[in-house]
C-alpha cells in the first residue's frame, strides 16, 4: 500500500486546499439556496458553522490538543456539510444538535481529524434524521415568491410548504416534473442538494482539483445510473428515472460530500472503486425502501463502517492478481 | 498473632474484590457483561433500578449456594444446576414483580428478566463460585451487582432526562427532549462515554498514587 496514509499526513498545504475546495463549494450551494429562498439557509449555515467551531474548540480544550487544530478547517466542513442538509426552515436549534452530535459524538472521541472512523456531518443528520424527521422534512414551497422571514424558529403556519420529491416517490406517486426543471434545480428540498447543475459542476471541479477522487465518484454515479436503468421507477423511462433520483434526497450531494470523505473512505484506487459502488447501492436501497425519506445519511454510515475491510481486502486481491500473473510469467520463462 | 494478620489479610482481599467489581474493574464498563439489559431497557429510572434489584435477588443467593454446593458436584453438573436454580429465583423475582410492585413495569419488563439468567451471572458465578470461599463468592457477586446497579441506573436516568424530561416519573424542568435517545444506540454511546470517563479517572488514580508513592521513597 502507498505511504500516503490519510489527508492529515499529507502535507499542510493539501489539506488546507482540499478544505478551502470543500468550503468554496459549500458557500456556493448556500448561494444559490439564498437565491431562491432569502438569506434564512444562509442563516442556518452559519449557525451549523459557528456551532462546529465552538465545539472543536471545547474538544481540542478537553483533549488538550494545541487550539490551533480548530483553524485546519475539517470542523467548517463538517459544520457547512450538516447546514446544508437542513431544511431552508428548519429551527435554529436542530443544525445546533446536530454538529454538535457530529463533532462531539462522531468526531472528537476518535481522535479527532483525520481519526473518525463514521463521517461526521453523515452521523449528525442521521440523527437527526432519526429524532426530529419533521423538522427536516418540510420543506417551503419553491413557487411562493416571498423570501423566508430571518427568525431563528419560524412560524411554520406562514410558510406554504410543498410535498419534496422523494417524498413523493416514497408514497409510490410519480411527480409531475419536467426534466429540465430538474436540471435547474427548480424542485424544493434541503439547503445544499437541489442546485443539481451546480452539484455536478462542483463535483467536476473538485476531480480537477483532485479533492475529490474519480475512482470513488464516477463508479458511484455509474452504479446509480445502471441500477436505475434496469430498475427503473415504476415504468418510467429510464433517463427520467435516473434524474429523479439523482434528485431526490441527498443521493446526488452525497456523491459530492459525504462519500468522498477522505478520512473514512478507503486509500487504495481498488477499494475506492469497490466503496463507490457499493455505496451506491446502499444509498439506493435506504431511498427506495428505507424508512424516512432521506435514509442516505444511514447508508454513509453503514458503508463508512466497512471501508477499512473493503480497503485491505481489495489491495490483497489486487497484491495477489498481479503477483500471481508475475509468477507464472516467471514460470512460463 | 499471626492468625489474625491472615485475617486481616483476607477482609482486604475480599473487599479489594467487592471494590475491584463495583468500581474499579466495573463489570459492565470495564468487562463488559450484562450489555444487553442496560442497552435494551434502561430508558427509565424505574425500569434500571427493578433490573438491578432482579440481578442482586437471584445473583447472591446463587452464589452462596454454588459455593456450598460446587465442590461436591463435578463439573458437568454445575451449569445445569446454577440455570435451573437462576430459573426457578427468577419465576419468583417476577411473581413478586408483577403481583405486588407494578404490572406495568412487569408488562415492559417481561422479556429481559430472563435474560439475566444467562447474562452476566453464567461465566462469573459458575467459574469462580465454585472454586472460592463463600464469604469472597458473596462480596464478588455482591460487588458485581452493585456495579451493574450503578451503571444501569446512571444510563438510565440520563436517557430518562434527555428522552422524557423526567426523572422517576417526576418532571425535571427542561424543556428539551430528544426522542430519539429511547433507541438502542444512544446507551451504546453512553455507556462509550462511561467507560471512557472511568478509566480516565483509573489512569488519574493509579498516577496520583504512582506520584506518592515515589515522593515517599
Not at chain 1, 201 to 211: D, G, I, K, Q, W
Not at chain 2, 191 to 204: D, E, N
Request: contains cysteine; proline residues 5%; charged residues 10%.
Amino acid at each position: 500500500m502507498s505511504n500516503k496514509k490519510g489527508p492529515y499526513l499529507h502535507t499542510e498545504a493539501r489539506v488546507s486546499r482540499m478544505v478551502f475546495d470543500m468550503i468554496l463549494a459549500a458557500v456556493v450551494l448556500g448561494v444559490f439556496s439564498a437565491v431562491t429562498y432569502g438569506p434564512r439557509p444562509l442563516l442556518v449555515m452559519a449557525i451549523s458553522l459557528i456551532t462546529a467551531l465552538a465545539c472543536e474548540t471545547v474538544c481540542c480544550i478537553i483533549g488538550r490538543r494545541p487550539l490551533r487544530m480548530v483553524l485546519d478547517g475539517t470542523a467548517a466542513v463538517t459544520g457547512l456539510t450538516v447546514g446544508l442538509l437542513m431544511s431552508p426552515m428548519v429551527d435554529t436549534w436542530v443544525p445546533m444538535v446536530g454538529t454538535a452530535f457530529a463533532i462531539v459524538v462522531a468526531k472528537a472521541p476518535f481522535g479527532g481529524t483525520g481519526r473518525n472512523v463514521f463521517n461526521p456531518a453523515a452521523a449528525g443528520v442521521a440523527l437527526l434524521t432519526y429524532c426530529f424527521p419533521q423538522q427536516m422534512f418540510t420543506y417551503p414551497s419553491i413557487q411562493s415568491q416571498h423570501a423566508l422571514p430571518m427568525e431563528l424558529i419560524l412560524d411554520k403556519s406562514e410558510v406554504v410548504t410543498e410535498v419534496s420529491l422523494a417524498a413523493q416517490l416514497k408514497t409510490g406517486a410519480i411527480p409531475s416534473i419536467d426534466r429540465l426543471d430538474i436540471l435547474l434545480g427548480n424542485y424544493t428540498g434541503a439547503i445544499g442538494t437541489t442546485a443539481f447543475l451546480i452539484l455536478l459542476t462542483l463535483t467536476c471541479y473538485l476531480m480537477v482539483r483532485r479533492t475529490v477522487s474519480p475512482w470513488i465518484v464516477i463508479p458511484y454515479f455509474a452504479t446509480l445510473a445502471l441500477i436505475t436503468w434496469l430498475f427503473p421507477l415504476s415504468s418510467m423511462n429510464p433517463v427520467n428515472s435516473f434524474l429523479l433520483q439523482l434528485g431526490s434526497g441527498y443521493v446526488l450531494f452525497a456523491g459530492v460530500f459525504l462519500i468522498n470523505d477522505p478520512v473514512t473512505a478507503p486509500r487504495f484506487w481498488l477499494g475506492r472503486l469497490v466503496y463507490g459502488v457499493l455505496s451506491a447501492a446502499l444509498i439506493l436501497l435506504m431511498q427506495r425502501v428505507g424508512r424516512f425519506e432521506a435514509g442516505t445519511c444511514f447508508a454513509i454510515l453503514l458503508i463508512n463502517a466497512f471501508a477499512p475491510i473493503i480497503d485491505r481486502w481489495s489491495w490483497h486481491g489486487w497484491y495477489r492478481l498481479t503477483h500471481l500473473r508475475q509468477k507464472r510469467e516467471e514460470v512460463l520463462e | 498473632m499471626r492468625k489474625k494478620g491472615n485475617m486481616r489479610r483476607e477482609f482486604w482481599r475480599t473487599t479489594h474484590l467487592l471494590v475491584e467489581n463495583a468500581v474499579t474493574n466495573n463489570i459492565v464498563l470495564i468487562q463488559a457483561l450484562g450489555l444487553c439489559p442496560i442497552i435494551a431497557i434502561s430508558t427509565t429510572l424505574q425500569n434500571g433500578v427493578v433490573m438491578a434489584a432482579c440481578t442482586a435477588a437471584v445473583m447472591i443467593p446463587l452464589s452462596l449456594v454454588m459455593a456450598l454446593l460446587g465442590n461436591v458436584m463435578p463439573k458437568w453438573l454445575r451449569p445445569a444446576v446454577y440455570a435451573i436454580l437462576a430459573s426457578l429465583l427468577l419465576v419468583g423475582c417476577s411473581f413478586i414483580l408483577e403481583r405486588y410492585i407494578s404490572t406495568e413495569l412487569y408488562a415492559g419488563l417481561h422479556h429481559f428478566i430472563p435474560l439475566i439468567a444467562v447474562n452476566l451471572l453464567y461465566a462469573r458465578t459458575v467459574g469462580f463460585s465454585s472454586i472460592m470461599h463463600p464469604v469472597a463468592t458473596v462480596m464478588d457477586s455482591v460487588g458485581s451487582t452493585v456495579g451493574f446497579g450503578l451503571v444501569i441506573c446512571a444510563v438510565s436516568a440520563i436517557r430518562e432526562v434527555l428522552a422524557y424530561g423526567t426523572l422517576w416519573s417526576i418532571p425535571v424542568g427542561t424543556d428539551f427532549t430528544l426522542p430519539g435517545v429511547t433507541a438502542p444506540f444512544t446507551a451504546f454511546i453512553l455507556l462509550a462515554f462511561l467507560a471512557a470517563t472511568l478509566q480516565w479517572t483509573r489512569q488519574r488514580i493509579s498516577a496520583f498514587f504512582r506520584r506518592k508513592g515515589e515522593d515517599e521513597e
